[in-house]
């Protein structure tokens, strides 16, 4: 079990729940019932080292991956999902983009829906573009708009800043922290400790498959303080938490 | 799926190059392997050279005459002559002129008639003990393939330049059998015409002095008169004999497999098959991995599409656009080889099923290649080999060896396509098997690609 808020206890109120999700490949035991839960409008940051299993979690929430065990409260229908690498068609415009998705997503307006995702997105004069010629920055915004086509309460982005220069991460941030104003739940992995202390509301620490943490970023700080250890950042916080669990 | 053919159609369409090289390459090739089979060796350029004396290229064979460079016209027609310039040079010389012709490359091989050719080649009509004329052929053995070439092709035009003089020697023979049993008149030279009795004429003499002889002595007559019509009796049966040795033996064929299809039929088919093969095999692997190289593919599966749905998307993307190019490609060859038109619906019928079985295939390839580029290479590197094993003779490997390839070949759709293009297209044999052969193997690559791109995607 996480230490800090557990995931039964935010469960009337999510928008997302997971609990005791298991998933192996072969003998290896990649996710060992991890559970978590996001309220909505909630920015909610996955961390951990390589290996931990926070792609895999997130592929389970997006309905990629089959969970060996454990439930998902959302079908993958109900949730948007935006791949750690931009996935569209560089051959297509972005409009052409949203559109496809769009119909596939058996949107009820596709072309309205087109022109709000360009507008939300701030990519309405850079329409009739091929994806292929956007920056990272403008590619991964359309990658997150294809997952915001179905209006879905919760997003997941594994790892949406991944490669993408600093300028271009703010951006990015800055659109999504607008759509969890907007009442979205948005769920995410990164490698950046930083974004994850800035941004989430609250943090799941995953190590070799374990949810070892799941709370806000100073009460992950607070934690480390009580087990004796000392830091000056969410960054130092982080590795000393790992640290005295072995990691 | 709909929207997703749609797309896949505009991106090929805002890829000009990839489209281009995806027809131009397959049909290419294809034309040159149909051309390779169905078109003969051009005529081999052969160094010529006759170093008989003007005046002496004139020949008496019999009562006739036959004039040298007229004969060389006929003899060698088969191959393009190279002139040897020998004005002013001695025979020596002019041979070298020739083997210079070779040597440099302007010749595969250099074709030389001696300065006695015509004396020999007279004399093999009277008891001249001179021997045979000999030509001499010379040729560069540098390339063992091109050597074979030159010595298959000289010795035929050879042997058909011999059988024609044989038939000429033979009416010469005939002609004086002729005269020996009926008589006539021979010009021999110096005495000029010289009338010849001959044994019928000879019979009537004899007959007619028996019946002046006593009784007693008719009986030694009655001897010659049984030996002259013996003589002509047997020599009258030489003319088939004789007539016989220009063919001794003649060949009746008979096809006991396969139809009757013409070599430049079924070079269509060869390349109309080829063609879709390559098409159809690169668009379905190549439009499957594409999906994963944008990373689409994961956003696609969770809900979007089925995945059996995405294959036969993918699959029937590739059917299209190939059928299409191949039936464009049937109505451009029917403009230079005779095609049976009203058969056309059978071809539509053939191309649909072989591209539902090559688009199949494609999509099990595309399923295990992450990105476009390997899907190709594996495309081309599995297409090939199995092309080319689809037609590899009976009888030019060993039995065993002939059946592991006739087993491999039916695993994959070439063999059972080139079958049904060829009972489509010239009637030569049933269409169901291939037909069903060809939906067989769709279904079980259909399940192949969708076990795989669970196993792989």
Redesign the interface.
Known sequence: MAEGSSAASTATQAALVAEGIVKRFGDREALRGVSLSAAAGEPVAIIGPNGAGKTTLLSILAGIQRADAGSVSRSPREIGWVPQQAALYGKLTVAENLRLFARLEKVAEPEATVAEMLELTGLADRAADLAAELSGGNRQRVNIAIGLLGRQDVLLLDEPTAALDPRQRERVWEFVLGLAARGTTVVYSTHDLQEAARHAERVIVLADGEALFEGSPVALGETVEREGGSHSDFEEAFVAFLRHRGH | MR??LL?DL??LR??PGLVALLILYPVVLSVLIGFALSAGPDKPKVAFVSLVPPERGELELGNRKLDLSSYEGTLFDAIDPVPVDCDGKSSLQCRQAAIDKVESGAAIAALVIPEDFTDRLGGLQTLALSGPPTIEVLYNADDPVKAAYVEDTIKAELRDANLALTTQFTEIGLSYLDLIVSGGTVDVPVLRDVELLGLKRAEEIVERARRDVPPARRAELDRVIRFSELARENLDLSGPLLRSLREPIRIEQEALDGGSTSLSSFAVALAVAVSLMFITLLLAAGALALERE???F????????SRTGLLVEKAGLAAICSLAICLLMLVGLGLFVDLDWARAPLWVVALTVATAAFGALGVAVGAVTREVRAASLLCVMLSLPLAFLALVPSGSVAPALYDVTRAISALFPFRPTLDALDAALNDSGGLAAPLAHLAALALAFGALARLALRRFA
Do not use: D, P, T
């Open positions: 929207w997703l797309k505009r991106i805002r890829s944008e990373n689409a994961a956003r696609l599966v969770r809900g979007l599409v």
